[in-house]
Structures are given as structure tokens and as C-alpha cells.
């Protein structure tokens, strides 16, 4: 499976992006599908994740409310909308997958195994 995301840019505190993910060479609708990021300096660390049939959605707390991850089976990608970014939020974005789709391990990076080389989001006070 090759991931390639895209969607990421400048934008000032407060602003909104939206970030996508295409999903190339497997069965789109058995992956779950998420999101992560890493600052400089820090470990990459959970965004959100939507298992296959996009019923179920999982976020991390610091964005609940703010952040939207949605799929679209039939184009295989994955977005990540964004709302009310602040600058502590500016990283590179991961998009992963995996086939598995555990609950207990949705949240980890090791329990991916593919991953797209991100985007970078700048967020400007």
C-alpha cells in the first residue's frame, strides 16, 4: 500500500486546513486509516483514525471538537479537516494504514505498517 498525503501549507493561528491522503496498491476499504504528527524535537503522536467502513472514528483528545477524519471508499482517500489550529500544532503530517484495525492499539504508530512521507502544517501566531 503507498500513501501519499497532501494539503498541508502556511496558515495562521486559527485557520483551517484540510488535509488528504491517497491511498494507492491495496483494499482501501479493509484499512483503517489515521492520522499523526510530529513537531521537531518531539515523537510522532496520534491524531484521529477511521476504521474500514468508516463507521467508527477515534480522536485524541487535544482535538476532538476541532479536527473532522473522514474517508471516501471510492476514491480511496482519507481527509483530515481541520478547524481552530494553533501554533503548537505545527508538524509534519503522517498518513498511515494498517489491515489489522485493533481498538486497543488504533492510537500507536508501531501498529501501522504503511506510512506516507507527510505534510508539513505551519501554524503562525
Known amino acids: 500500500v503507498q500513501l501519499q498525503a497532501s494539503g498541508g501549507g502556511l496558515v495562521q493561528a486559527g485557520g483551517s486546513l484540510r488535509l488528504a491522503c491517497t491511498a494507492s496498491?491495496?483494499?482501501?476499504?479493509?484499512?483503517?486509516m489515521a492520522w499523526f504528527r510530529q513537531a521537531p524535537g518531539k515523537e510522532r503522536e496520534f491524531v484521529a483514525a477511521?476504521?474500514?467502513?468508516?463507521?467508527?472514528?477515534h480522536y485524541d483528545d487535544s482535538v476532538k471538537g476541532r479536527f473532522t477524519i473522514s474517508r471516501d471508499a471510492a476514491k480511496s482517500m482519507v481527509f483530515l479537516q481541520t478547524t481552530s489550529l494553533n501554533p503548537e500544532e505545527t508538524a509534519v503530517y503522517y498518513c498511515?494504514?494498517?489491515?489489522?484495525?485493533?481498538?486497543?492499539?488504533?492510537?500507536?504508530?508501531?501498529?501501522?505498517?504503511?506510512w506516507g512521507h507527510g505534510t508539513q502544517v505551519t501554524v503562525s501566531s
Open positions: 477511521i476504521r474500514a467502513g468508516g463507521v467508527s472514528t
Open positions: 498511515a494504514a494498517t489491515s489489522t484495525g485493533i481498538l486497543s492499539t488504533i492510537r500507536q504508530p508501531t501498529a501501522y505498517g504503511y
Open positions: 496498491g491495496g483494499s482501501f476499504r479493509r484499512l483503517t
